[in-house]
């Protein structure tokens, strides 16, 4: 078993990884509904999400920032009701800066 250190040769352990935080074990465990934003067009899937699913955002990076800033929003908006919501980032989806 590896043990990683930070920084290299110190004392101090790196933390282990919580099995929640890999991706594919994340989506296995809370059966978890994946919404892809790509331009500002698809904010108005975020209106579905209920309080009984979980999500997963697949957040496309060239977003304009003024986009960013209104998803933020809403997204925190959304976790107030309860709803477990993550979020990731890709620039493999499709590019649009709307």
Request: hydrophobic share 30%.
């Amino acid at each position: 078993m590896n043990n990683y250190h930070y920084p290299p040769n110190s004392n101090i352990e790196a933390p282990k990884a919580d099995k929640d935080n890999n991706r594919e074990n994340y989506l296995e465990k809370f059966s978890t509904q994946i919404i892809e934003i790509n331009t500002s067009y698809d904010f108005k899937q975020l209106e579905d999400i209920r309080k009984q699913h979980n999500y997963l955002l697949k957040i496309n990076t060239n977003l304009i920032i003024e986009n960013y800033i209104f998803l933020k929003e809403k997204i925190l908006e959304i976790k107030k009701e309860n709803i477990l919501i993550r979020t990731e980032f890709s620039d493999h989806l499709i590019s649009n800066s709307n």
